[in-house]
């Protein structure tokens, strides 16, 4: 159903099979079934979960794929009633989102850049070029990591202005790509044999995989003196949508290049505004200490 209805991103549809067989699994060990197990159950789980140590965030994950499971049961008539109806989520202070300031991301692509530039064997100039349009596509359309490595040569439109991404639930847009990017995908496609993929890899998918884009990502930050701790692929594209935001970009323009469904996944990112408009008040406002 997660797959045929709803279009979920195969990285969502393993994450619910995981959570669903730890619910079985404790359900089980209650001697009840999926098809019998009450309220009591699914609280009881919960509690277990945070007796485990597990996040509020986590749980409230788990909590999610727990009630869109039941609500299926009772749609397919498989069982009359839904035990997580009235079960309230786990509550948590949704963290802000880790930021890289432009100075550091300037740094990272100054970095990549210079080391793509830099005369060495073939497999190590390959690697370097490839990592280099790998920061700056990110950073310049805010891709997820997985639509990033994923996507197809015929995403890059002719004149590499614009690339089409295909994202949860193979939902399509087209973002705009900045010049830099643009330069750093016509040298790259020179040195590419021919395929599908842009970033094309040997392994079972045919296409580079996250964890060594994250790798090789981490690498170069250290690299470039920043802590290695710091950066992650998601941390630049929260990056693009912070700086976008804090440069005036609207949050409508914001959420349909991030390709998020509902506004409200895109407004995490107002604390940018926020901090925006504190320092504005601030500094004009007549009976401020700056403005005086």
Do not use: W
Not at 81 to 108: G, N, Q
Request: glycine residues 6%; hydrophobic residues 40%.
């Amino acid at each position: 159903m997660m797959s045929a209805e709803r279009g979920a991103a195969k990285n969502t549809i393993e994450a619910y099979g995981r959570d669903l067989t730890d619910y079985a699994g404790f359900v089980k060990a209650q001697k009840q079934t999926l098809l019998t197990a009450p309220r009591e159950t699914v609280t009881a789980y919960l509690d277990d979960l945070r007796s485990q140590g597990l996040s509020a965030s986590s749980s409230a994950r788990r909590l999610s794929a727990i009630r869109q499971f039941h609500r299926f049961l009772c749609a397919d008539n498989l069982r009359g009633d839904d035990p997580t109806r009235i079960v309230s989520s786990p509550k948590s202070r949704r963290a802000l989102p880790k930021v890289l300031s432009i100075a550091e991301v300037d740094k990272l692509l100054t970095t990549a850049e210079a080391e793509a530039n830099t005369p060495a064997t073939p497999p190590k100039q390959a690697a370097a070029l490839r990592l280099y349009l790998l920061l700056e596509l990110l950073y310049a359309t805010g891709m997820r990591v997985s639509e990033l490595v994923s996507l197809k040569r015929s995403a890059v439109m002719r004149d590499a202005s614009f690339i089409t991404i295909i994202g949860k639930g193979n939902k399509e847009r087209v973002v705009p790509v900045n010049d830099r990017a643009r330069d750093a995908i016509r040298v790259y496609l020179k040195t590419l044999e021919p395929g599908a993929y842009l970033f094309p890899a040997t392994g079972a998918e045919g296409y580079l995989s996250r964890q060594v884009f994250a790798r090789d990502l981490k690498l170069l930050a250290g690299r470039a003196g920043i802590s290695s701790a710091r950066v992650a692929p998601h941390v630049l594209r929260h990056a693009f949508a912070s700086h976008l935001l804090g440069g005036g970009a609207d949050l409508r323009v914001v959420q349909m290049l991030l390709g998020h469904a509902d506004i409200s996944t895109t407004q995490i990112y107002t604390h940018v505004l926020d901090e925006k408009l504190r320092s504005l008040v601030e500094q004009h406002h007549p009976l401020s200490d700056s403005a005086k």
